[in-house]
């Protein structure tokens, strides 16, 4: 092996070693090893990618992956929002939103905050007793700005966290509808609660809600009056960080679990209150889980 390719392997293995979630979990004098002799005679970093996609596999958090480099500058391009976000009024004065994954460039992004919060404002004529929020095509990026579109709905106040290795936490908060990181602003504007940030809410999960679609999920567990209806989730409910390396890969690695604000935390698939199963080609007038939250709403004070 050349000693570029074995600098480049070990690096990797550090980073996995220093801050992986799960690296207590690990006989990393196997794994380092293991990885090695899988690498071979390896003369180019590229040449070890494979043994350091065996190691992260290893970890067993079903989140960690190494993005080679043609991926990672892939990525840095304008990867634009697959699906709108939309919002509209239901009968019985039902708002109702559905956020998609946010992923692209900065720009992509604030479309993706304005857009969601017309739909919000749009969904709350007149005045909406109760919220569905659905996040059944949610598939992860970003959580910032699915946080900064819900945050009215949420409320103000704590409403989650992250928790690495070594239980430290790192608080999630909704300020003025905006969300903040240990108090600190994520980046996006104010925007007005709405209900009062306390109105019911039914939050809608599937088998695709993932990453951080799951942390949006976990926002809204055990906040008042809220309860959420159709499958479990995906299962990682976990925050990654993106470390790039000396050839312009990422390893992104899996380095907290997402905790709600009662403490519990989440490192796998996360049940409903209410199971209800999904039958994604008759999602609309016919769609069973929005027609059981929608029954549950119709049932809360100030719906009823």
Request: proline share 7%; charged share 25%.
């Amino acid at each position: 092996m050349s000693d570029e390719a074995r600098s480049y392997l070990s690096s990797a293995l550090d980073l996995m070693e220093d801050n992986a979630l799960r690296r207590g979990d690990v006989d990393w004098d196997e794994v380092r090893r293991t990885a090695f002799t899988e690498a071979g005679d390896a003369q180019r970093p590229s040449d070890t990618h494979q043994a350091i996609t065996a190691a992260l596999d290893k970890l067993g958090d079903g989140h960690s992956e190494l993005f080679t480099p043609q991926r990672a500058q892939e990525m840095s391009g304008d990867e634009q929002v697959r699906q709108p976000v939309e919002g509209r009024a239901l009968p019985g004065r039902v708002g109702y939103l559905s956020l998609p994954s946010a992923r692209g460039s900065e720009k992509v992004l604030q479309q993706y905050v304005r857009e969601g919060r017309d739909a919000v404002a749009k969904a709350d004529r007149p005045n909406a007793c109760g919220w569905v929020i659905d996040l059944r095509r949610n598939r992860g990026g970003n959580m910032w700005p699915m946080l900064a579109v819900v945050g009215p709905i949420l409320g103000d106040g704590d409403v989650g966290s992250f928790v690495d290795a070594d239980g430290k936490k790192t608080v999630w908060s909704i300020e003025k509808g905006s969300p903040r990181l240990d108090g600190d602003s994520t980046g996006w504007g104010t925007s007005p609660p709405v209900g009062g940030g306390s109105a019911p809410v039914a939050v809608l999960t599937s088998r695709s809600t993932a990453s951080s679609g799951e942390a949006v999920t976990v926002a809204f567990r055990g906040r008042p009056d809220t309860r959420s209806f159709g499958e479990d989730t995906t299962g990682v409910p976990t925050g990654n960080a993106r470390h790039r390396l000396s050839d312009g890969a990422i390893l992104n690695l899996t380095e907290v679990k997402d905790a709600d604000r009662t403490g519990r935390t989440y490192d796998s698939p996360i049940p409903p209150d209410q199971p209800v199963v999904d039958n994604p080609g008759r999602r609309g007038s016919r769609d069973p889980v929005l027609g059981t939250a929608t029954e549950w709403l119709s049932e809360q004070p100030g719906c009823a």
